[in-house]
């Protein structure tokens, strides 16, 4: 399990900016927190981090989102089922 | 200064590979002689648990060092305690000593270094003469032993566990306070340095006086054991009748 | 989305998931908002401990180093170094750090026990108790009580008081009889009162240290290391390790002087003769200060002389170790000449200070008592005395050798307060203090350890007078000598009686009819006091499992079981001797287990004994003093302010507050009331039993770092237990050879008395000199006591387990 805690840049095109945020809204391992102007806080949360690097390039991949931060990470810690990672 | 590039090259090779020719330069221009503060995205000593899981493609790679560090943190902190009977006892020795030379600890122990996949670290305390006063092997006698020995006593006593967590902080971004305090431990190199624990090394060891910025915990008063509260006087717990 | 500071209870309460949740978004908020302020990072607070602190002394050696014990849901969990304690200064060996273990094994005894039919059955307490009342009752004058350096003060003084004030007899004696009596005869024949008159602090101000045949560096590692660090910091200190085989001590000695058995007396002679060849006789000191003294005419082959001797002039002193030149010191010692003449020149100057320390070699030693005199005398002859760093310290092995055992007088020729048996004056103290009438306390002395076990193992209808023994916190059946004779001739004895206060099943629990479960260390409240005269105090921290109940209850609670048998137990008014009552004057029934920590017995006990303690000034502070202390070295004096004061060196004018004014030094219980000490002569003796044809080894034994004496607390400790699983016999490389045994091989090692099979440890821990070897004793699976011999000193009866001859074959 990863849980981290991101800040998303956006463009500075705001409807761009907007149809980003929406993207973000609904994506399932995504909570959305405060926005300050370009920038959005997000806490992402997936079940390993294999999977929490496809959410990166995912959240990549949105169009409208220009650069992503990391602020916090928390990993589980490994397990013989987890194949000794977290 | 030879001894630590022999050992840097007895790591694994695909390490280096892993690296990046960037990181190859960093890290190889790292010594005594000429300290360079590591780039943020180019993590130099931490020992990866899984290489396969992290070949990726540079830059969608999470830092090794914040990737895997709670899982390191949390295996250093294991490691430690199966060495003693509860967190603030002197470890045993898990291998054999010769017996009559005391001095003989301080070949290993007084720098610190790597044999193989076997780490010797720096004792964490001041010099005292005498190690084997408090460090006993865990199998002693062991030329000695035979088939009819006494068997191993059986003792129900739980030590106590450190949590192991990372320290409170003033504020987001400050140095976090030392979940421990320093009696004993005024060499924070012997585990968090070089061949310290995994997961428990900063990315900031060039800056060599590490209590300029962190302190023991509040809670601890400096007097007292190294954990749980003194709020009486005289460090006792107990009021008195 | 503000997150705010989460307290314990909400940690507690939310789950961690949704707790890291809250982190990640507070942290990513921040850096979102560049603002810092008012989003604060939910602290990862560590749970708060709960752990609970407190002080006790260790319950191992007679360093007395201080702990601190963390207790967790009624257990101990963790040990830490005291850091406010001046003996240790947080500084603990590895025993010390693992005590907190002693009291987990898992075999510990329960419930009391009686043999019936050969088999032990559980009872109850109050049959228990019975049933000793009604054997004491039965035949009071063939009960003889056996206690401990390990017994606390208020628990030896229970017992003592329950034997001599109880009974009418003195028929108790203790374990230190087999420790710590030549040091006490010593210190008796020398400055006419018992103990150190310097303290730990020595250590830190000689110039010179020297180990008179002790292995420092093993048995007290914590005052060892005290010395040698001080070299780290750059001081200069010069170790001079006298011994009969290499040690860890050895490792870090300036000098090391190999001797052979009873070398020690030449040796200390030899300084002696240079002290004066070399004029280093601190004249001034020895004609105000110094009388000489030697032993007079034996009345017979069998009786030695008394102790008091007969006084001799300084010639005559200088005339008798004349004979005691380098050469023939070297000559009945084995240490080099130029070596002899190193130590003769140290003392003889006057610019160095130097501390002897000494231990078991000295005082297991069938002349313990002349050479505990010898070299208190060389000490005083040169000056080197009384003096920050000049002392002769004798060193103690149990945690209240000194404490309870020869403080408390626990000793059938004792009584409380250093008081004797012998002394009618001594005896109206002690009764008058007791509330006794005149003539109760017996004048006659009662059996030493050696004497009673003796008769225990002898049929009663053959002089075997000591029908019941009751054995509390000690292991007779490991750490007798010569246990053939001693202890196992019992079994055959059907109408003996050997009542057992233990923590776990032991040699001695091996032959008992009666088993009493007990608790240990801070599964009760307790006193120790320790080698430099500190008294040290600890409270109760967690319950003795089972039905194991306090040593000292035990003895209170027999005592009122005889008391109301009408069989003794009452002062001169009828009272019961343990009588306690509360501040509304109603009595409290300590005797009742229920209502024992109703107050604090303790407390109790500990006041009434101190007020022998003024008799021969070992004042003893109140026992709250000590509650609020990590222990103070008495004579403990109150000030003007209400202040109390210990004293470091005593008979010295500077700290002693009892030596009059203006005098720079005063023994002011010498045995000749001159105010002044006693040099005494004694000669050079050869052992009484010497390697021969037949058994041509001499045979030393002795103890290691990892376990305390029998073993009984420490091999139930896995990491101590793991670095030292079984005992060894160290044979020299050459003889090794000679005999065709390689490390390893197991070896029989025998005397006249028993035999014993070991394996062989050559070039280990530690290396004899040719024709020794050494066994350590703590191994309940190979006693070496079965081989030792029970010679002993004529005037400390104290048996000596350091040298007598075996043969050493190959086992095959």
Redesign the interface.
């Known amino acids: 399990?990863a849980?981290?805690?991101?800040?998303v840049t956006l463009h500075e095109d705001s409807a761009a900016a907007d149809a980003a945020v929406s993207a973000l809204s609904d994506d399932g391992r995504v909570?959305v927190?405060?926005?300050?102007g370009r920038?959005?806080?997000?806490?992402a949360?997936t079940g390993s981090?294999?999977e929490?690097?496809d959410l990166?390039?995912a959240l990549l991949a949105i169009p409208g989102v220009e650069h992503l931060?990391?602020?916090?990470?928390?990993?589980d810690?490994?397990t013989v089922e987890s194949?000794?990672?977290? | 200064m030879a001894m630590h590039r022999w050992n840097r090259a007895a790591r694994p090779a695909l390490w280096i590979t892993l690296m990046g020719a960037g990181a190859a330069a960093a890290f190889a221009s790292v010594d005594r002689a000429a300290p360079q503060a590591p780039a943020v995205s180019t993590p130099l000593r931490w020992r990866l648990n899984t290489p396969a899981a992290l070949i990726v493609p540079e830059s969608k790679a999470l830092p090794a060092a914040v990737a895997d560090k709670f899982g390191a943190r949390a295996r250093s902190v294991e490691a430690r305690a199966q060495l003693r009977a509860y967190e603030g006892a002197p470890p045993v020795i898990p291998h054999a000593t010769v017996d009559m030379n005391v001095q003989t600890c301080r070949a290993c122990h007084a720098q610190g270094l790597t044999a193989g996949d076997k780490v010797a670290r720096m004792a964490s305390h001041t010099y005292l003469q005498n190690c084997t006063q408090c460090h006993v092997e865990a199998d002693g006698l062991a030329s000695l032993a035979a088939p009819g020995d006494p068997p191993k006593p059986i003792n129900t006593f739980v030590g106590f566990r450190a949590g192991g967590h990372g320290g409170t902080r003033a504020w987001t971004g400050a140095p976090p306070v030392m979940p421990h305090t320093t009696f004993m431990r005024t060499n924070c190199i012997s585990c968090h340095g070089e061949f310290g624990y995994d997961g428990w090394r900063p990315d900031h060891l060039s800056r060599s006086n590490c209590v300029q910025c962190h302190a023991p915990a509040a809670e601890f008063d400096q007097l007292a054991p190294t954990f749980g509260k003194a709020d009486l006087p005289d460090g006792l717990s107990v009021p008195l009748p | 989305m503000t997150s705010s500071l989460m307290t314990v209870d909400q940690l507690l309460t939310v789950d961690r998931r949704s707790f890291v949740k809250t982190a990640a978004m507070a942290a990513a908020t921040a850096m979102a908002s560049r603002d810092a302020r008012g989003y604060a990072l939910p602290l990862l607070e560590q749970a708060p401990s709960s752990l609970a602190w407190n002080k006790a002394p260790c319950r191992f050696c007679g360093t007395g180093c201080h702990v601190m014990v963390g207790t967790e849901n009624g257990r101990v969990v963790a040990i830490q170094g005291d850091q406010k304690a001046e003996v240790n200064k947080g500084l603990l060996c590895v025993k010390g750090y693992h005590v907190g273990l002693a009291m987990y094994g898992k075999d510990r005894l329960t419930t009391p026990m009686l043999r019936r039919n050969g088999a032990m059955v559980p009872i109850s307490w109050d049959e228990a108790i019975e049933t000793i009342a009604a054997r004491i009752a039965a035949n009071p004058q063939g009960f003889s009580f056996y206690g401990s350096g390990q017994w606390t003060i208020p628990e030896g003084y229970a017992a003592n008081k329950f034997v001599k004030a109880g009974l009418g007899t003195n028929l108790i004696d203790a374990n230190p009889r087999l420790c710590m009596s030549s040091a006490v005869t010593g210190f008796l024949s020398t400055f006419g009162v018992d103990e150190p008159p310097g303290v730990y602090d020595d250590l830190d101000q000689c110039d010179v240290a020297i180990m008179w045949g002790n292995n420092m560096a093993e048995m007290h590692p914590v005052l060892f290391s005290r010395l040698v660090d001080r070299r780290a910091r750059g001081e200069k200190v010069t170790i001079i390790d006298m011994t009969t085989r290499r040690t860890r001590t050895s490792e870090l000695a300036d000098h090391v002087l190999y001797f052979q058995p009873h070398g020690d007396l030449a040796i200390a002679n030899g300084i002696a003769h240079l002290i004066i060849k070399l004029n280093g006789v601190d004249s001034d000191f020895v004609k105000r200060h110094c009388n000489f003294r030697q032993l007079g005419a034996a009345v017979d082959a069998n009786t030695a002389p008394d102790m008091l001797g007969v006084p001799m002039t300084f010639e005559e002193f200088a005339k008798a170790v004349e004979p005691y030149t380098p050469e023939k010191v070297e000559e009945l010692s084995g240490v080099p000449a130029e070596k002899i003449r190193l130590l003769g020149e140290l003392f003889a100057r006057r610019d160095l200070r130097i501390n002897s320390l000494w231990c078991m070699g000295f005082n297991q030693h069938t002349r313990g008592t002349a050479i505990n005199c010898i070299v208190h005398g060389i000490h005083l002859l040169s000056g080197h005395f009384g003096k920050p760093g000049d002392a002769a310290t004798s060193l103690t092995g149990q945690p209240s050798a000194c404490g309870t055992a020869r403080e408390v007088g626990t000793l059938c020729h004792l009584l409380p307060g250093g008081l004797a048996v012998a002394n009618p004056e001594h005896r109206a103290h002690a009764e008058d203090h007791w509330n006794l009438a005149a003539g109760s306390i017996s004048a006659k002395i009662g059996y030493h350890a050696i004497e009673m076990f003796k008769r225990f193992n002898t049929p009663t209808d053959q002089g075997g007078d000591v029908t019941t023994i009751w054995v509390q916190v000690t292991n007779p059946g490991h750490t007798l000598p010569n246990l053939e004779r001693n202890f196992l001739r019992k079994k055959d004895l059907a109408d003996k009686f050997l009542i057992v206060s233990d923590v776990y099943p032991t040699a001695t629990t091996s032959l008992a009819d009666l088993i009493l479960p007990s608790a240990m260390w801070v599964e009760k409240n307790g006193m120790y006091g320790n080698s430099e005269r500190r008294t040290q105090q600890w409270f109760k921290m967690v319950e003795p499992p089972g039905e194991a109940r306090d040593d000292a209850w035990q003895t209170i609670a027999v005592s009122k079981a005889l008391f109301d048998r009408g069989a003794g137990m009452k002062d001169k008014d009828g009272t019961w001797i343990f009588h306690t009552q509360g501040r509304d004057e109603q009595a409290i029934p300590i005797w009742d287990w229920a209502h024992y920590y109703d107050i604090n017995v303790d407390e109790r006990l500990f006041d009434e004994y101190r007020q022998f303690s003024r008799h021969k000034h070992k004042d003893l502070a109140p026992y709250a003093e000590y509650v609020k202390s990590r222990g103070l070295r008495w004579p403990v004096v109150q000030q003007p302010d209400g202040a109390w004061r210990e004293t470091r060196w005593r008979f010295s004018g500077f700290d002693d507050p009892y030596v009059d004014k203006g005098k720079d030094f005063q023994f002011y219980h010498s045995v000749t009331k001159d105010d002044k000490a006693l040099v005494w002569f004694r000669p050079h003796e050869h052992p009484p039993e010497r390697p021969d044809a037949e058994y041509p080894f001499w045979l030393c034994t002795g103890r290691v770092l990892e376990h305390w004496h029998s073993g009984t607390m420490t091999r139930r400790i896995p990491q101590l237990h793991r670095a030292m699983p079984k005992a060894y016999v160290e044979l020299h490389r050459d003889d090794a050879a000679a005999i065709g045994v390689l490390s390893g091989d197991m070896v029989t090692v025998a005397s006249r008395r028993g035999a014993v099979d070991l394996a062989a440890w050559i070039g280990g821990r530690g290396d004899p000199q040719k024709g020794h070897v050494f066994v350590p004793f703590f191994d309940e699976t190979q006693f070496i006591n079965m081989v030792t011999l029970d010679a002993y000193d004529p005037y400390s009866k104290q048996p000596d387990y350091k040298k007598c001859a075996v043969s050493v074959r190959r086992k095959v």
């Open positions: 399990m849980i981290s805690g991101l800040v909570s927190g405060e926005r300050f920038r959005v806080a997000i806490v949360e981090v294999a929490d690097r990166w390039d931060d990391v602020a916090y990470v928390a990993l810690p490994p194949g000794g990672l977290p």
